[in-house]
Nanobody, 124 residues
Framework: QVQLVESGGGLVQAGGSLRLSCAAS????????MGWFRQGPGKEREFVAA????????DYADSVKGRFTISRDNIKSTVSLQMNSLKPEDTAVYYCAADLFQADITTATKYHYWGQGTQVTVSS
């Protein structure tokens, strides 16, 4: 098992930046594919970005490409999401997710482990 704790959320003006971090504890972090998902008010949870366990391959939702960057540090057992040029529509609770040896890194139902979420609010 792995435990996930997100941090770094907050209130920011449109055009600003935030960096989310997710600290993992438990089993060997490098074996886990890691993803970020978000759920806005009245919306379903949606994929944001992910990074694979093997080659560190990344994938992004079209809505965040070019603005968000996911990265991982297997020594520190952390995954980060750098969010630039934030828009009001990025407002959501952001969740970190992990799954062991997972190849399908963009599908929420494939992830077995989730953090508690961190609120990101972007004001216009």
């Amino acid at each position: 098992q792995v435990q996930l704790v997100e941090s770094g959320g907050g209130l920011v003006q449109a055009g600003g930046s935030l960096r989310l971090s997710c600290a993992a504890s438990g089993q060997t972090f490098s074996w886990y594919s890691m993803g970020w998902f978000r759920q806005g008010p009245g919306k379903e949870r949606e994929f944001v970005a992910a990074i694979s366990w093997s080659r560190g391959t990344t994938d992004y939702a079209d809505s965040v490409k070019g603005r968000f960057t996911i990265s991982r540090d297997n020594i520190k057992s952390t995954v980060s999401l750098q969010m630039n040029s934030l828009k009001p529509e990025d407002t959501a609770v952001y969740y970190c997710a992990a799954d062991l040896f997972q190849a399908d890194i963009t599908t929420a139902t494939k992830y077995h482990y989730w953090g508690q979420g961190t609120q990101v609010t972007v004001s216009s």
